[in-house]
């Protein structure tokens, strides 16, 4: 039975609330008022908002805080262009090592549920199946270091778009 910390119960609720765009961009995470509202002392809250910045999702800046992260035009550019290149490149791949079939394969599971979350699904939620059917590049390259490092900065791509 897996037990959960509360660094990550935390974690995962601040992750939830800026994705939900609860938090809105650039908004500073007070330490003492998340402190009040989880019933807890900071050591959890700082250390949770630790794992947010190694998301991407906040920065913590000395004498400042924590705070949402804040994508300026270029980080947007910057990061749709790393976002395009690695596409790009796990097509290539694919096309190299002749796993256009494992490309065909993920490319039509994933537009089936992509067609379903824009017959009946929400911004957000079509958002989401969009970014895991451009995933199927990824994952059909069969590369787990190239699928981490696309899952690492997939929260940071929904936020930007």
């Known amino acids: 039975m897996e037990t959960t910390t509360l660094k990550q119960q935390v974690y995962q609720v601040l992750k939830k609330r800026i994705l939900s765009g609860e938090y809105a961009l650039g908004e500073k995470l ?3 008022s998340l402190c009040r509202e989880f019933h807890v002392s900071n050591s959890p809250i700082r250390e949770a908002l630790s794992l947010l910045a190694a998301d991407h999702l906040a920065v913590i800046r000395p004498n400042a805080g924590a705070h ?4 300026t035009v270029q980080d947007y ?4 262009d ?7 490149g796990a097509y290539e791949v694919c096309c190299l090592r002749q796993k256009k079939e494992i490309l065909l394969q993920h490319l039509e599971e994933k537009m089936q549920e992509f067609q379903r979350c824009v017959l009946f699904g929400n911004d957000r939620e079509r958002l989401w199946a969009l970014l895991r059917l ?3 590049f990824i994952t059909a390259t069969e590369n787990k270091k190239g699928v ?3 899952d690492s900065d997939l929260n940071l791509l929904f936020l930007a778009y």
Do not use: C, E, G, K
């Open 134 to 136: 451009d995933r199927s």
């Open 148 to 150: 981490a490092l696309f």
């Open 82 to 88: 790393a976002y395009n290149i690695m596409l790009l």
């Open 68 to 71: 949402v992260i804040n994508l």
């Open 30 to 32: 007070n330490i003492d």
């Open 77 to 80: 550019n910057d990061l749709t």
